[in-house]
C-alpha cells in the first residue's frame, strides 16, 4: 500500500523546520512572484536556497508554488524563475496555467494547483496524464 506525502506550506525558516520536526515529507512555499499569497511572507532567491539545504540534509521534497495565471509579456520570466528554481533544487512545481507545459523546462515536475480549473473527472485525467 502507498504511504500518503505528508505535504505542509511553508512561510519562513521556523514554519519550515516546525514542518519537518512534524514529520513533513514535503514541503510547498512560494516566491514573491506567481505565487498566490503574494502578501504572505514569502522566500527570498538566498533564504530559498538555504531551505532547499535544510530539507536536503533531512530527506524533505520541496515544491515551490508559482500557482497565478501568467500574462503574456510574464512568460519568459516565469520561465526564468522555473529554471532557477530547477537548478537550486526544487523537487517540482505547484502550478496553475497551463502556459507551464508549453516552457521549455528542465526536467521538473509539474503539479496541478487547487487553483487551477480541475473540478471534474475529466479535466483531472487531463492534468494527470
Known sequence: MNRPELLAPVGGESQLIAAIRFG???????????NARRGAKNFSDEEFEKAVRYCRIRDCKVYVTMNTLVY?????????IARDMYRAGADALI???AAFLRMDLPPIELHASTQMFNMDPVRARFWYE
Do not use: C, K
Request: hydrophobic residues 45%.
Open 95 to 97: 502550478v496553475q496555467d
Open 72 to 80: 503574456e509579456s510574464e512568460l519568459s520570466e516565469a520561465e526564468r
Open 24 to 34: 513533513a515529507d514535503a514541503v510547498y512555499m512560494g516566491l514573491g512572484i506567481f
